[in-house]
């Protein structure tokens, strides 16, 4: 990223970049510094650009999977929540004319790979604003995700952990208005399922059906095994 920080939100960045966080202290910076919902903001996606990847860089450096007291991204679903009450801005999209390059903290949390942590901050900041339909560097969010999740499917199939994290991000949009209109989405709802039920993805898992001329996605629910959504075509 090619912004810098000011002196008081590098501040705010080493009280976030830890295993340890102290919520009191954090806020409290936050309230004694005056920082507005932009500084919050750029403060986010600089966390996020450094530490998105951590597992891999953990096991890159330690030939060993990473507990999750020992990451910093662990901590985020409560951190990223205290952001949001504090006025972060999720539309916000930073943008940088001469390297022809933008940032937004949805777009960057999408490639957040620790467990359901992504999800949970996407539905945080859908719940407070978020546009599901936002544009950024000339393409919505969700049509960057949807992209995503088709050619994932069958490319990922050696990394389907990945997958289930973006699955779920993309019910979450979806839920909240992500590809506009009911024409325009990409599921039809089945067995009295409504959209807005997909809020809550940890309630569906998904199953993918290669056996016929195209790939199809169904939305599963856990609890009864019914299926709640099928891919449009």
Known sequence: MFFQLSEKEQGLLKLCARTDIDLYAIESYIQQHALDGEEITR????LLDQYQFEIEDYVWENEKDPRPEELISTNWVVLFDL?????LQPNLVLQDDEHHDSWNVMENFLFVANGDIAPRVMRMMMERGGDPNLEISGEALFEKLDSDIWFDMVEMQEMMWKFDIEFKCWLVLISYGGGGSDENRPLDMQNGYRVEDLRMFENFDYELD???KTRALRVVCKGNGEVAAITRW
């Open 43 to 46: 403060v986010a996606l600089k």
């Open 83 to 87: 952001f949001l009450r504090c006025g």
């Open 210 to 212: 290669f056996s016929g």
